[in-house]
């Protein structure tokens, strides 16, 4: 049972360069969310997917987008990259929108250059 | 605004030597609090929900407890292996998404 996994680990960009970071959920969960984690600053939310077809923003949705492309799956989208969104960033899911237990994927280290 | 605070920011203990870690929180209408573990390189993991003042759980040698103003997670004679950044965040009523605070990094040395 693998839970949240996501790809890549570790990615380095360019300033202006494009990329998505893909997650997948093998729990048949209904809600998953994109977290960034920055020295200093604990977790802050970018989006969520509270169900299948449906994305809201969170804390920290400037320069990112999201797809929910099926129950399993919510990738996170970097159009035009910047230095500012160096982060550790985190996918999870919860089994609905009102449960707390999170689980968390293994993290995607970016450095944008 | 959600507000979560821990404290302190890191946490040196000898192998056995109990402590508690703090999380003071200024929230509208608590819904839930949560205590995760995170290990570096790895995502968190989730410890305990409390929903109510006065609610406590416990899962091996943690304890976390919950009154109106804070949360306390106690570690009761701490080994190497509990050393990891534990996390605390708030969840207010009629919002689904919760407020992490900055953690606590705690290092157990044998």
């Known amino acids: 049972n693998a839970g949240v996994t996501q790809t890549p680990k570790f990615q380095v960009l360019k300033t202006g360069q494009s990329m998505t970071l893909q997650c997948a959920q093998d729990?048949?969960?209904?809600?998953m969310y994109w977290y960034r984690q920055d020295p200093g600053m604990g977790l802050r939310l970018i989006y969520y997917?509270?169900?299948?077809?449906?994305?809201d923003k969170g804390e920290v949705p400037n320069g990112y987008n999201v797809s929910r492309l099926n129950k399993r799956e919510f990738s996170l989208r970097l159009e035009s990259a910047a230095p500012s969104q160096t982060s550790v960033y985190f996918c999870?899911?919860?089994?609905?929108?009102?449960?707390?237990?999170?689980?968390f994927g293994q993290g995607t280290r970016l450095t944008v250059v | 605004e959600d507000q979560v605070t821990q404290s302190p920011e890191a946490l040196r203990l000898q192998e056995g030597e109990s402590s508690s870690l703090n999380c003071s929180y200024t929230v509208s209408g608590l819904r839930g609090l949560f205590w995760y573990r995170q290990d570096p390189g790895k995502g968190p993991e989730f410890l305990f929900t409390l929903y109510s003042a006065g609610e406590e759980k416990e899962k091996e040698r943690l304890k976390a407890t919950l009154t109106k103003k804070e949360s306390f997670l106690h570690i009761t004679a701490p080994k190497p292996e509990d050393s990891a950044t534990y996390l605390c965040?708030?969840?207010?009523?009629?919002?689904?998404?919760?407020?992490f605070g900055r953690g606590t990094s705690l290092i157990v040395h044998p």
């Open positions: 729990m048949n969960h209904n809600s």
């Open positions: 997917s509270a169900s299948e077809g449906t994305t």
């Open positions: 999870a899911s919860t089994e609905d929108r009102g449960r707390t237990e999170a689980f």
């Open positions: 965040a708030v969840q207010r009523g009629g919002s689904y998404i919760p407020t």
